[in-house]
């Protein structure tokens, strides 16, 4: 195992923690994040072929998981070590919420920087590959910001902000699996929260969509009542 996927694994497994059953979670009985209604197939393939199997699932075989259904999907390889902060962000967005969400996210983080110099041109479509990949290399590697050793803890911010809003998005969604769901909400924020914990403070750079963000996720910390927590993640982005 290279020491990237270690990181995240370590990182989005303690975020996920042990064996929980929620009534109303829709991805059943879990383990590691390993939701099973989600994954059926993948755990036959392992030789979990009941719910009730999901308490003794071992780590091993989530590992497994996670590294071919997420991380190989979502091309997390494309990532350098100097990402490192940003590419745990994304990838425990990718299996909190899918491949696609996770790959939106990014895109859209990338656009918002790139827009006031390149127009902003990488295709938002959840799909992360050669085209998305040489923008991030760009915009991480300092291109355009003269700190580069602090140019990860800035783009890993910003695509947290862009996290808790596709998460209001999947909750306000009548489509969506987590429709009116606030125990996803609150993870997804507390999520975000706890993966920038370690971070040091810097504001990201400011453009339009980041105000408009501010506003809204400001109105709906209120209107939703969401937990405390949520307002720290907010100072933490330099959201409010």
Known sequence: MNSLLKSCLENTFGL?????DHPNDKGGPTKYGIAYNFNV?????HGITSPYQMQILPIEIAVKIAEKGYWNKSNCDLFEPHQIQTLRSYFDMVYHAGVTGGGICLQKTINDFLAPVDG???KVDGKVGPQTMVAMHKLVDGNYDPDSETSDSNFCK???????????GLYNNPKSTWYQYKRFLNSGIRRVWLTL????VIRPPIR???FVRRIYLSYIF?????PAYTFFVLLKLKIL
């Open 16 to 20: 996920e923690g042990g064996y929980y």
């Open 41 to 45: 197939e993948r755990l036959a393939e």
């Open 120 to 122: 902003g041109d990488i």
């Open 158 to 168: 910003a695509l947290g902000a862009r996290r808790i809003e596709y998460y209001f």
């Open 197 to 200: 914990s370690n971070l040091i």
């Open 208 to 210: 339009g969509a980041f």
């Open 222 to 226: 209120i209107y939703y009542s969401v």
